[in-house]
């Protein structure tokens, strides 16, 4: 199995501030990459795919980068709402996520 | 509006059984490849199991294999799960979830999910 490893765990960040998550691969992964944002109670959403391409309605602070084995996730100034949990998937193989980042306010 | 509204879930002894369904609208059910993902008290997502668009293929999660059958009713825009032998690690919240591009496979990203169904695993 492809294993994803998510760091940090945790980021303590002010709004305003600009965020870079990041998600290593156990294997290549091409760009089959995704990202997910998701709140407690309610329904994974998704960000990111293929590695760079922002889903439908996604603003446009949210960009993806990386390719192979290593990924970024990037929020260019963290709104309010973007106090998340978000996770990276490999869909290259049999879908594994990632163990998540938690994006918390300092 | 794109809607997946999941049912069934529930406190089960272990050992029992659990029939998950999920109810889809807003998007031609039948071209899309559907997923389900859980997520355990405290942990992470972790993908269960998913069926292509005809029910030709599908692939499960080690954890659940053997156990959990995924299955679909394309005439009712629906998605199962039917989960036997179950156990307490068993326990989360289950997502119904749409693959983000319509095709024959399985694996792929996700583009609209559920709010989820909690499944409670205890004696």
């Known amino acids: 199995d492809i294993v994803m490893t998510q760091s940090p765990a945790t980021l303590s960040v002010s709004p305003g501030e600009r965020v870079t998550l990041s998600c290593r691969a156990s294997?290549?992964?091409?760009?089959?990459l995704a990202w997910y944002q998701h709140k407690p109670g309610q329904a994974p959403r998704l960000l990111i795919y293929?590695?760079?391409t922002r889903a439908t309605g996604i603003p446009a602070r949210f960009s993806g980068s990386g390719s192979g084995t290593e990924f970024t996730l990037t929020i260019s100034s963290l709104q309010s709402e973007d106090f998340a949990v978000y996770y990276c998937?490999?869909?290259?193989?049999?879908?594994?996520f990632g163990g998540g980042t938690k994006v918390e306010i300092k | 509006e794109v809607q997946l509204v999941e049912s069934g879930g529930g406190l089960v002894q272990p050992g029992r059984s659990l029939r998950l369904s999920c109810a889809a609208s807003?998007?031609?059910?039948?071209?899309?490849?559907m997923n389900w993902v859980r997520q355990a008290p405290g942990k992470g997502l972790e993908w269960v199991s998913g069926?292509?668009?005809?029910?030709?293929?599908?692939g499960y999660a080690d954890s659940v294999r053997g156990r959990f059958t995924m299955s679909r009713d394309n005439a009712k825009n629906s998605l199962y799960l039917q989960m036997n032998s179950l156990r307490p690690e068993d326990t989360a919240v289950y997502y119904c979830?749409?693959?983000?591009?319509?095709?024959?496979?399985?694996?792929?990203?996700?583009?609209?999910w559920g709010k989820g169904t909690t499944v409670t695993v205890s004696s």
């Open positions: 069926i292509n668009w005809n029910s030709g293929s599908m």
């Open positions: 293929g590695a760079s």
């Open positions: 979830a749409k693959a983000g591009t319509s095709g024959i496979l399985i694996i792929g990203y996700m583009d609209v």
């Open positions: 294997q290549s992964l091409g760009s089959n």
């Open positions: 807003g998007f031609t059910f039948d071209d899309y490849t």
């Open positions: 998937q490999q869909y290259n193989g049999w879908h594994t």
